[in-house]
């Protein structure tokens, strides 16, 4: 197969096109830019992608893309993918958006959340909210991959909220993130002298991933309404963990807790459930997998949930690719099958 | 005066040796270690400690100490303060104990969250739990310095507590600390390469400094019974954060909440409470300052406290100076006029 | 084919491990302890491994290795691989020693930099050492894997030393490493709360890779007779930086030097000169790579070359695969094809 | 007396005024700066500087500035001193400038280094190089504080040089340094996601302390012409390690070497040599000290000296304050009695 990406100078865009490289069913990577005038070298383009043989990056032409691929990735900041996805969509072309544009079906919640023009409201409704260890692609042809934060938290909770196992109004995500979630752009709060050393809580109850984080949870459970969620950056380049805490209902035990969560994600390849232990960071960094620990405190009634994923793999490039293997029926962990170093 | 320290080669102990050189009512700084048989040059025995000038470091013997001194720091492991405390306490010889080895007191209960024989109940009564930014020493000699964790919690959670703002049912407490926290022996998981670019959980539910800090949020408010208590290391040296998440009761508004922070610290020049952001960690590393910041969720009904000290200063040698300064009756910011820089 | 490993919690070990698996022509990577009675799961071993299938780690036995392997890999501490290597040579069965034990031919240089028992030197002489960018190996089934430092050092002296370039008495190498250079076992350099924040002089004029950097030195040119060496710990987790200065012989111009350069890496898959920049270490780690960067200052004669690997792939385990694949003849990126997100 | 600054918004302006507030002699520090129209609070200015009491910042104005202060530090940006300068030099007025502006004797050379436009050579000419370790100022009102990289190289070539000891010709100086020392303004190379796990060299040959260094050098021997300098950077907040490689001349030992190294510096309160072991970077952080280490191979004839210091201190706000105190006869280490914590 031959894939289209755009926006390979970003963080994402730049996992993306390494897992792709690897990836033992596709024949050809086609780049797209939209600045450019001509086509140039792709070294010219990102000497950091580090590419060994000369490869050219193109000017952006959906038709040309439609024309010469099967599939595109689009990992372009907020704000972009509403304007590209038309043609795309019309043509049942398939895309798979690493953007936030298409993940929330209502305009209004994303005019409020991004602030930002949102897409129409039909075009949101075709799109499907890529899930991938939870959901099986009805046969949408536009896959809004979920966001980094979302995977880690709804992963983390999926089991306790599907199986009714926790108090709704009690959930509070503490979730931490390494500098790349913030992406290439310079700011004051991603220079290395000031997030070094450093621990900074950002978009405090601001985060553009609740909405899509709190569609899902009262999908599965409409007794969830709300949820408490923040955001805090650490001074690490890669890695998500989000510390979930929620009250169990009387009369669950831990047992019946670890059932579910196994319940769910044994048959998953890239779900771990960690019976005895809360894993670390490092234990999934340069994988797809999110891995999930558990622990019951008797006296306060909590369950604490630790899930830690990639934000670059299983948090955006790692989860397209699943989306794509999924779209175009290739074997589940296709070009996922990533071992890591976890000193 | 004079001021003996026993504990110079761990963390806390060097922290303090240097607020000590620097205090401006203190004359000589004695040390005294276990493991000498005679007067060796202080730098011998730690030359981390920088020494400009020749020093000696004395043989432990409490007569000696109490004959040559005014007061005496307890810088030692857990355990080691209950078989050196006896003396001072018959004497009423003025002690700073920076371990945890007098901060409960109920024998029974720091058996079970130390692992270790506890002192005499007798003398348990007798010590005082220093935490110098609520509390005036009534007059006691044996001086419990608290937790670096039980500090930022406590400090975040004190008017809240004590005005009765919150659901005590519903306390969440996310501590994050720097690798200092966790001492300078040598363990796995404080070995570089596994705690760079990573979080650890550690010690799930099971920290020791959980009943001290319960016992002070039971003791301004009975309401509270239990606490849901977190600790994650991050890969910086110095430094805690405590986010700490509970429900507002129905009623009160952020601006009554703001109100309670600022009538309790307004007049304390070691807590800041900030009105319109959540602060990071770096903004107080070299200080002897807690910086509390607050943001009220109208959706969720949560309060979020962020509480952020230098673990080192605050949460250790820094507050052991502060009950110096209140026992000896020296001004509040005496030797802890510190002014770091913030990147 | 089937692979042996013994050493496969340590850093190197886990790493050649992660890369076998991936490997094309490996269909069974087996395990070997010494320190086991029974075969127990290798999950239990070593958890960091982070295995998604149950498999088994076995008792040391070098009749069952040859029996069911085709080749082993020693990724064992210094003064090991001398009591392990006996049966193999003897059988010449093929071995890939990531110690140093087999890199010197001389016994006396080994006890003198290793403190350590030499092997004996018909073994000894044997042994190849395996600088896969340069040489091809003839034949030899015991090959010394070459040590990190050396092999940065080496490629980025190779071309000046070879085409006698520079004044062979003016060389200076100031090398930097990453804290997995230093393994895994504790140490007050490698705690954290020493290497964060701090760079550490180590080994100074005394660091077991210079003996055999001058082996390499000394045959390509006879003049190269000493050198002067360095070694830097640095709080990053992987590389190295072998920053590289030599004075350019008279009549020397920069444009030769680039061709010898050019001459001698541009047909290799894994070395690349950057013509107009000095490399950082991101832009390897990850990769099984080197590049190499130079520039030439007019006013002091002397020329920089910047040289940087990752100590764990080109360093060891990477250069371990590519030994593998010259001696079983496999393509030479066998297994190599590692693209790695460069920030 | 009365301090005044400009440019407390930059990092050493604002450890600049750290220290002025400790400072014993220091009783009001001014703040000036040029982007005000009315006084505004400071921490409005620069909210990290963490004031604890309200206090102004004032519009620039020289006349103003000289009718209120003693003395100013002139804490900007390469280019701006030199606009500044004019006013004080004519009224005599003391003014420690931490910039480049005034470092080089020779216009010519301040273009070709900086790019920018020189100042008068006259008022070049009346500039004081103040290396306070090594220099007594003769009464100069208008001095140029060393640039950090200067400082350790300098402190740490001193008695070689002037001694005699090394061969000219072999200087090669390998110089890490913290990102604090590449400013606060945003830039893709102090960006968390690149200069966190990496080394990067920068100014190769280029960078502008090269002038400045060498000009010391050859006053101190004028058999120095030249001087191999290169810089890097490492993921820390603070410090400078310069690695000093040269070539000791026939029939000088290392007791020599030593010696003439006490004898420069032993009366010297800031400068520490380390007889038997080469200094990491931490052990001078928070202070304003320079240690320095020596180890001579016999082998290959190269001297090694680790010259390590705090960049924001002894290389830019500290070493301001040892210019003050020479300069208006205060004690040499008044407001510099700093002890650190080296963990």
């Known amino acids: 197969m031959n894939a289209a990406i755009t926006g390979v100078t970003g963080y994402a865009g730049m996992q993306l096109y390494a897992l792709l490289q690897e990836h033992p069913e596709v024949e050809t990577i086609n780049v797209y830019q939209h600045d450019l005038d001509d086509a140039i070298p792709l070294v010219d383009l990102n000497p950091r ?10 000017p952006y ?10 599939l595109i990735f689009l990992a372009t900041p907020a704000g972009v993918a509403i304007n590209l996805a038309e043609p795309f969509l019309k043509a049942h072309f ?19 959340w991004y602030h930002l023009s949102p897409a129409k409201e039909a075009d949101l409704q075709n799109a499907y909210y890529g899930l991938a260890d939870i959901y099986e692609n009805p046969g949408a042809s536009y896959i809004a991959n979920p966001g980094c934060y979302a995977t880690a938290t709804l992963l983390g909770l999926a089991p306790a ?50 909405p899509e984080i709190l569609a899902e949870l009262s999908k599965w459970n409409p007794k969830v309404q709300h949820l408490q969620f923040m955001t805090t950056l650490v001074p690490i380049d890669r890695g998500i963990m ?14 019946a807790i670890l059932n579910y969560y196994h319940d769910l994600y044994d048959e998953d390849p890239f779900v771990q459930i960690c019976d005895d232990y809360l894993p670390d960071i490092k ?9 999930i620990g558990l622990t019951f405190n008797p006296v306060t009634g909590y369950l604490t949930i630790d899930s ?3 934000n670059m793999l299983k948090g955006a490039a ?19 099958e990533l071992t890591a170093l976890a000193f």
């Open 94 to 112: 398939p895309v798979i958006d690493l953007s936030g544009d298409f993940r929330l079906k209502d305009p209004a919640e994303y005019e409020k």
């Open 283 to 291: 234990s999934v960094i340069g994988t797809n997998n999110c891995k």
């Open 49 to 58: 992608l580090n590419l060994p043989h000369p490869q050219l990056a193109y």
């Open 161 to 210: 909220v599907m199986g009714d196992l926790i108090d709704p109004d009690s959930i509070v995500v503490d979730a931490k993130s390494g500098l790349s979630g913030a992406g290439k752009s310079l700011s004051s709060s991603s220079h290395f002298s000031r997030s070094n050393e450093n621990l900074q809580i950002y978009k405090a109850n601001q985060h553009k991933h609740i």
């Open 242 to 255: 989000a510390t979930i805490y929620a009250k169990v209902k009387p009369g669950i035990d831990e047992m």
């Open 61 to 70: 032409d959906s038709q040309e893309i439609m024309a010469n691929n099967d």
């Open 318 to 336: 790692g989860q397209a690719i699943q989306n794509m293997n999924q779209l175009l029926n290739y074997p589940v962990t296709a070009g996922l």
């Open 308 to 310: 830690v994923i990639d």
